[in-house]
Nanobody, 123 residues
Framework: VQLQASGGGLVQAGGSLRLSCAAS????????MAWFRQAPGKEREFVAA????????AYADSVKGRFTISRDNAKNTNYLQMNSLKPEDTAIYYC?????????????????WGQGTLVTVSS
């Protein structure tokens, strides 16, 4: 599966953005989807994940209550709605996908990655 992330941009603190990750291939609905982010000088970190059916979701503590991951299997797309953005959310955001069964919050588990989209939150 190939992934294309979009929706990043510059936003003021407290604002919102919605990231999209469009996938190619007929197997999208069987994949776990996730978002990771990497800030300058820092390691890539887990943000959120959603199961193939969309029935279960998980979030990093730092975004819980502010971010929502969702997916539309008919459109081969998953989304990350980001509200109440903070300057510390500034990073390149990557979408990732793989078949179920691994540690969803580990970047090592995912074999398919999008190119990343930059989110900048100004104070």
């Amino acid at each position: 599966v190939q992934l294309q992330a979009s929706g990043g941009g510059l936003v003021q603190a407290g604002g919102s953005l919605r990231l999209s990750c469009a996938a190619s291939g007929r197997t999208f609905s069987t994949y776990v989807m996730a978002w990771f982010r990497q800030a300058p000088g820092k390691e890539r970190e887990f943000v959120a994940a959603i199961t193939a059916s969309g029935g279960s979701r998980a979030y990093a503590d730092s975004v819980k209550g502010r971010f929502t991951i969702s997916r539309d299997n008919a459109k081969n797309t998953n989304y990350l709605q980001m509200n109440s953005l903070k300057p510390e959310d500034t990073a390149i955001y990557y979408c990732a996908a793989d078949t179920p069964g691994g540690p969803y919050d580990s970047s090592d588990y995912y074999s398919h990655w999008g190119q990343g989209t930059l989110v900048t939150v100004s104070s």
